[in-house]
C-alpha cells in the first residue's frame, strides 16, 4: 500500500488544519493507521490512530481535545482533524498503516506500522 499524506500548510496559533492520509494499493479494512510528528531535532512522536474494524480511536495526551482522527472508507482516506493549533504542534506530520490489527499497547510504537507516508509539514506561528 502507498500512502500519500497531504493538507499541510502554514497556520496561526489558534487555527485548524485537516490532514489527509489516502491510500493506494489496497482499502483501510483492517488493521491501523496512525498519524505520527516530527519536529525539528526531535524523535517522531505518536499523535492519534485509529484500528479496525471497529473504528476505534488513540490519542496522544497532547492532542486530546484538540486534534480528531477519522476516516471515509469510501475514499480510502484518513483524516486528521487539529484545531486549537499551537506553535509546539510545528512538526511533519506522517502517517502510517499496519495490515494487521495491533493491540492498543502497539499503537503509539511506530514499529508496530510497515508503510509510512511521505509527511505534510505544519508550521504554527504565534
Known amino acids: 500500500v502507498q500512502l500519500q499524506a497531504s493538507g499541510g500548510g502554514l497556520v496561526q496559533s489558534g487555527g485548524s488544519l485537516r490532514l489527509s492520509c489516502a491510500a493506494s494499493g489496497r482499502t483501510f479494512s483492517k488493521g491501523a493507521v496512525g498519524w505520527f510528528r516530527q519536529a525539528p531535532g526531535k524523535e517522531r512522536e505518536f499523535v492519534q490512530a485509529i484500528r479496525w474494524p471497529d473504528h476505534s480511536t488513540y490519542s496522544a495526551d497532547s492532542a486530546k481535545g484538540r486534534f480528531t482522527i477519522s476516516r471515509d472508507n469510501g475514499k480510502n482516506t484518513v483524516y486528521l482533524h487539529m484545531n486549537n493549533l499551537k506553535p509546539e504542534d510545528t512538526a511533519v506530520y506522517y502517517c502510517?498503516?499496519?495490515?494487521?490489527?495491533?493491540?492498543?499497547?502497539?499503537?503509539?510504537?511506530?514499529?508496530?506500522?510497515?508503510?509510512w507516508g511521505q509527511g505534510t509539514l505544519v508550521t504554527v506561528s504565534s
Open positions: 502510517a498503516a499496519s495490515a494487521r490489527r495491533p493491540i492498543t499497547s502497539a499503537l503509539p510504537n511506530p514499529r508496530t506500522y510497515t508503510n
